[in-house]
T-cell receptor, first 116, second 110 residues
Framework: DTGVSQNPRHKITKRGQNVTFRCDPISEHNRLYWYRQTLGQGPEFLTYFQNEAQLEKSRLLSDRFSAERPKGSFSTLEIQRTEQGDSAMYLC??????????????FGSGTRLTVV | QKEVEQNSGPLSVPEGAIASLNCTYSDRVSQSFFWYRQYSGKSPELIMSIYSNGDKEDGRFTAQLNKASQYVSLLIRDSQPSDSATYLCAVLNTGNQFYFGTGTSLTVIP
């Protein structure tokens, strides 16, 4: 297992275009998280899945953002009608959750989005 | 009030010294606390987790937790230039979400 994999590593898009990112978690991990990180800030929670169920979405996640995890394995994050303010590093993390306690996250390398 | 607060730094220490990084959190019922290290342009990597009051040591790293004061710290002994990075404090809240601080930038001067 090579850890959490994210694709693409970098994405440059024009304002108004749609983009989709993919995350492949560690295979036995049932929880998958999406975070966004801008320069000088810590990661901000966007949404998380337990298996295929999307259990929580941040109010940061506007209607232009949608995430799926169709079979409880990989996940996609789509941003429609991108805006310059969407430029950030999008981080995926996975964990094996047991109840409330979670043994930390394993992050992927991230997808850096630049909207021009 | 932010969920997790850290001094952004930068914190500079000479090689071989002890670096002390601090974090406070607002959710009194939080039970799980983590320190991540993030090199520039890279994703965060987990250094330590701590769940109980007191100290937890792992090599050159010691995490300290005081739930009554809602305070978490990370000590790095014998600091090395390779320890230069941003250190993120993360707290797991009752909703199974991690809240991260903004990070403290540490520079170890050779």
């Amino acid at each position: 297992d090579t850890g959490v994999s994210q694709n693409p590593r970098h994405k440059i898009t024009k304002r108004g275009q749609n983009v989709t990112f993919r995350c492949d978690p560690i295979s036995e991990h049932n929880r998958l998280y999406w975070y966004r990180q801008t320069l000088g800030q810590g990661p901000e929670f966007l949404t998380y899945f337990q298996n295929e169920a999307q259990l929580e979405k941040s109010r940061l996640l506007s209607d232009r953002f949608s995430a799926e995890r169709p079979k409880g394995s990989f996940s996609t994050l789509e941003i429609q009608r991108t805006e310059q303010g969407d430029s950030a590093m999008y981080l995926c993390a996975s964990s094996l959750g047991r109840g409330v306690s979670v043994n930390g996250y394993t992050f992927g390398s991230g997808t850096r989005l630049t909207v021009v | 009030q932010k969920e997790v607060e850290q001094n952004s730094g930068p914190l500079s220490v000479p090689e071989g010294a002890i670096a002390s990084l601090n974090c406070t959190y607002s959710d009194r019922v939080s039970q799980s606390f983590f320190w991540y290290r993030q090199y520039s342009g890279k994703s965060p990597e987990l250094i330590m987790s701590i769940y109980s009051n007191g100290d937890k040591e792992d090599g050159r790293f010691t995490a300290q937790l005081n739930k009554a004061s809602q305070y978490v710290s990370l000590l790095i002994r014998d600091s090395q230039p390779s320890d230069s990075a941003t250190y993120l404090c993360a707290v797991l809240n009752t909703g199974n979400q991690f809240y991260f601080g903004t990070g403290t930038s540490l520079t170890v001067i050779p």
